[in-house]
């Protein structure tokens, strides 16, 4: 039986002045630690080609994992910049929405960390918070710093065992305003905050505003098992043994 291959979108960064595109070790590490295969998307040179890219990407991929990264641009959600919005990836942001609706159009499932929970409610039509504070911790990133309480019989809460409570890491300014159609909040901050949402319906699809990649606990482990399941379990047994 092969294993699934999920999607990572690259983020672009330079390095000693070197433009280069990539996606984050433990993002990696655990979709392969799940049973899968991660697998980098390069975004398209021009927004305009990411509809397009994303209809090739979902023919020959059985997952999506949205990273964290840069802010997403307030225009997808018809804002302008405000005060403390920082920078965004024009591009990324592009191939990322259009990823999101093909792979939801397509059944296929979908997981968003930090940033990537933020654009899935902005590729299913909800707004952002574009400046937040308090919730971007200067303790080191595997160490939890806050409660998250999870709404009971949501899938999350199942796949976590039933916890109620779950302490979580925090790296984020920007979070989920108004949700989008089809999404519900299943996890909050003390605060309010909103800190996971997940579709009401059909393929999986849950976003998680922490970063679970980088947590050494079985419940962070299990979001990944989960997803890796959900990308293999959609696939015809005709398919086994396709590219692996």
């Known amino acids: 039986m092969r294993r699934p291959w999920i999607g990572i979108p690259a983020q672009s960064f330079a390095c000693e002045g070197v433009p280069r595109m990539g996606v984050g070790e433990r993002y990696a590490r655990r979709i392969q630690e ?3 295969v991660p697998t980098v998307l ?14 090739s990407a979902v023919e020959r ?20 910049p405000a005060p403390g919005l920082g920078t965004v990836e024009p591009l990324r942001d592009a191939f990322e929405i259009a990823l999101v609706r093909a792979f939801r ?10 940033r990537g929970a933020q654009v899935l409610n902005v590729a299913l039509g909800g707004t952002l918070y574009q400046d ?5 911790q200067s303790e080191p990133r595997p160490q ?30 920007q979070a989920v305003r108004t949700l989008a159609p089809g999404l519900v909040a299943v996890a909050h901050a003390p605060d309010g905050t909103i800190e996971a949402v997940e579709a009401r319906e059909g393929a999986f699809l849950l ?4 970063h679970p990649e980088w947590l050494e ?15 293999g379990g959609h696939l015809p047994a005709a398919e086994e043994g396709r590219r692996g």
């Open 132 to 136: 937040i504070p308090g919730h971007n």
């Open 105 to 114: 159009r397509a059944g296929r499932p979908i997981l968003g960390i930090c």
């Open 42 to 55: 390069l975004p398209p040179e021009s927004p305009e080609d990411a509809e397009a890219l994303a209809a």
């Open 217 to 231: 606990d079985e419940a962070s482990r299990a979001i990944f098992r989960a997803f890796v399941s959900a990308a």
């Open 61 to 80: 991929m059985d997952g999506l994992l949205l990273a964290g990264g840069y802010d997403v641009d307030p225009a997808y959600y018809g804002e302008s």
């Open 207 to 210: 976003g998680v505003q922490w």
């Open 34 to 36: 799940a049973g899968a």
């Open 144 to 173: 939890a710093t806050h409660p998250v309480f999870l709404a009971a019989e949501s899938r999350l809460f199942r796949i976590l065992g039933g916890v109620r409570e779950l302490a979580v890491n925090s790296f984020h300014h």
